[in-house]
């Protein structure tokens, strides 16, 4: 079984401050783990992923992502957030092995404040 | 290149009434996949095809059908509308092997509203 905790509905933060949305997981084995932001009215776009090596996953628009197998997490940062990075943002993880269908969370809304 | 596009954007239907939501992608991806998105529940998801010829049920396949007419098209149907099926319906794709590290594409959604 796989599942995805996004412990935060919504996220607050100013714009240049820098932004952490939260992720833990559950897999029985090794994860593939992503991020995907969603915009108002569009479709999921992904960010990032983490498959294997390096801990520290660079993506899209400034993004990045912790992977910590200790503490099962896989947050996403950015060092300066935009006010044009308010969005809703999902992690998805797919154990490695086995099903190769992704379970997402719930979803953390962003929201930067100018 | 459009990615994953998605027929009709929007749609209204009466309880009982059927439609098909259309789906296709221009990437050559082998595995496709049909998501609901509803409030504070997330993406949930109906069906989807490892491959060219193959179906299987996801988590909520109750009153949906889906045909993968070939590589590039994956529809889904509803034989007969309810209003918990109102929802935004979300078609994905992704490339290569069944089992890769592959991420989605996700097309725009549509919305459907059932009365």
């Known amino acids: 079984a796989q599942s995805v905790a996004q412990p935060e509905d919504q996220v607050n933060v100013a714009e240049g401050n820098p932004l952490t949305v939260k992720c833990t997981y559950s897999v029985s084995g090794n994860p593939y783990l992503f991020w995907y932001v969603q915009y108002p009215n569009r479709g999921l776009q992904f960010l990032l992923k983490y498959i294997t090596g390096d801990n520290l996953v660079k993506g899209s628009y400034g993004f990045e992502a912790e992977f910590n197998k200790s503490q099962t997490s896989f947050h996403l940062k950015k060092p300066s957030a935009l006010v044009s990075d308010s969005a809703l943002y999902f992690c998805a993880v797919r154990v490695r092995r086995g099903s190769y269908i992704p379970t997402f969370g719930r979803g953390t809304s962003l929201i930067v404040h100018p | 290149n459009a990615g994953v596009t998605q027929t009709p954007k929007f749609q209204v239907l009466k309880t009982g009434q059927s439609m098909t939501l259309q789906c296709a992608q221009d990437?050559?991806?082998?595995?496709m996949y049909w998501y609901r998105q509803d409030p504070g529940m997330g993406l949930r998801l109906i069906y989807y095809s490892a491959s060219e010829g193959t179906t299987d049920k996801g988590e909520v396949p109750n009153g949906y059908n889906v045909s993968r007419l070939n590589k590039r098209e994956f529809s889904l149907r509803l034989e007969s509308a309810a209003p918990s099926q109102t929802s935004v319906y979300f078609c994905a794709s992704s490339g290569g092997l069944a089992g890769g590290p592959y991420e989605q594409y996700f097309g725009p959604g549509t919305r459907l509203t059932v009365t």
């Open positions: 990437m050559n991806h082998n595995s």
